[in-house]
């Protein structure tokens, strides 16, 4: 009997998914509730078990290939016949174009072809068809896209997409409504080209002739020009790896951020000291009663929680012109992953004491590590929290979680000489640094935030066991 192998759906308002990694080829015996694949959304990276016991037949949506909830990807022979299978499909991404490498010194300098943009993974937003062009061809778009296109009324046949196989892309999208809003084209980018040396040198390109206003060769050109980059020349040895689809929506969330926030930066240090050494007293009881480590981390989301019911402000978010001050204080935990970074929420923080918190985290990361979060678990955040001095930084400059207007992020935590009652002391430091949107988040709120933090570790009061 065939058992139809479907994309599941992840979330109320996620409505396709990217197959990263097929763990399995047709021929393979699988076990039910086995990881069958892995797929990417726009929330969270799983892995995807196997609904029925047997043999897997057939593959068809190859890995790369992004498609909407409940395409049967795949089928399984649950009567469990090895039976040779067919070849897993292949997808139908095209490979990137190559980078040109420079040649030997040429007479006259030769201009690098830019390759086509890599597909960024669209957000979904609401389940719509994709619209045919004016040929009567299907237009490859995510729902996101098509709502974007619908409400600015853009004519999807219009816009070239930049994505693999001609898909539209958000960034394209985009493009067009920006042009809209400036009224003209663009000014040319510079082009990078080789010149006889073999040293890559910056020369205005030749400007594009100019498109009648509304004819759909002015916005395919508006497209283009704004959303595929110039190519970088390269020399000697090299590998050119293509962007995961996690990679993908890191940057598109990270430029995004950039763009519709105000970024301003704050910073300030604390005398971490007494609370490392009540953690240095108390950590190994601590494992030894509770089953759980501990570590700081807690310790700044209990400050955190502090400055937020202080300063709710920072605990918002922006929608058009009115501030949303939210009652739950949800902190979001940046998780460094080995293929990328995710944010997991503890939600209600300000419920939870610091078992309650390290508990909540632990398993969050965990889960996160083993690709089983939940979408709802990186969802709903209000205030989010870095953390790059694990790694031995001594602070950063972190770009804020939308739609969150405050991020936290914390330094290495080390002995250093300050200055205590006009004396030398060495002390436990760290700095902290605040990223907050400027559309909200005046600084004197931002500074009296940091201070309520620092105020809360350096007089620290809970008891830890």
């Known amino acids: 009997m065939a058992v139809d192998i479907v994309m599941p759906q992840m979330g109320e308002s996620i409505f396709e998914g990217t197959i990263t990694k097929w763990l399995k080829k047709p021929g393979d015996k699988v076990e039910r509730d086995e990881p069958l694949f892995e797929i990417s959304t726009d929330k969270v990276d799983a892995e995807i078990p196997s609904p029925s016991a047997g043999v ?21 022979d649950a009567a469990g016949s090895a039976a040779a299978a067919p070849a897993p499909a292949k997808s139908q991404v095209p490979a990137p174009a190559k980078a040109s490498v420079a040649a030997a010194p040429a007479p006259a300098p030769t201009p690098v072809p830019r390759p086509a943009a890599p597909a960024p993974v669209a957000t979904a937003a609401v389940p719509a068809p994709a619209a045919p ?70 020369v205005p390109p030749t400007p594009a002739p100019a498109a009648a206003p509304g004819a759909p060769g002015a916005q395919a050109h508006v497209a283009l020009e704004t959303a595929v980059p110039r190519e970088k020349i390269y020399f000697g040895n090299y590998e050119v790896q293509p962007m995961s689809a996690m990679r993908q929506r890191i940057a598109e969330h990270m430029v995004a951020s950039k763009r519709v926030s ?3 930066y704050s910073v300030d240090e604390i005398d971490m000291t007494k609370v490392a050494i009540l953690r240095a007293k108390s950590k190994d009881e601590f494992e030894k009663r509770y ?80 690709k089983k979060l939940k979408p709802e678990e990186v969802q709903e955040s209000t205030f989010s929290i870095t953390n790059p001095g694990v790694f031995g930084g001594l602070f950063g400059l972190p770009v804020i979680n939308q739609p969150n207007v405050g991020i936290l992020g914390l330094g290495a935590i080390e002995k250093r000489p300050v200055v205590v009652d006009d004396a030398i002391a060495i002390r436990s430091m760290c700095y902290v640094t605040l990223s907050y949107d400027h559309r909200v988040v005046d600084g004197a709120v931002a500074h009296q935030f940091l201070h309520k933090v620092k105020e809360t570790l350096e007089n620290w009061s809970e008891v830890l066991l």
């Open 56 to 76: 897997l037949k057939e593959i068809k949506v190859g890995e790369g290939q992004t498609v909407p909830i409940q395409t049967v990807v795949g089928v399984i």
């Open 133 to 202: 062009n004016s040929s009567g061809e299907r237009i490859h778009s995510s729902p996101l896209v098509r709502r974007l296109a619908k409400e600015h009324g853009i004519d999807l046949s219009t816009v070239a997409g930049t994505g693999a196989g001609g898909r539209i892309s958000k960034q394209d999208i985009e493009a067009v409504i920006a042009m809209g809003a400036a009224g003209g084209a663009p000014a040319a980018s510079p082009s990078v080209v080789s010149i006889p040396a073999g040293r890559p040198v910056l």
């Open 262 to 264: 105000a970024h301003v």
């Open 291 to 370: 089953e759980t480590k501990l570590t700081f981390m807690p310790f700044f989301v209990k400050a955190a929680v502090a400055g937020l019911r202080a300063f709710p402000t920072l605990n918002g978010s922006l929608d058009g012109t009115n501030v949303v001050i939210h009652k739950d204080i949800n902190i979001g935990i940046a998780v460094a992953l080995d293929w990328g970074l995710i944010v997991p929420v503890v939600k209600n923080a300000d419920e939870k004491n610091l078992l309650g918190i390290q508990r909540t985290m632990n398993d969050l990361a965990e889960r996160a590590r083993s």
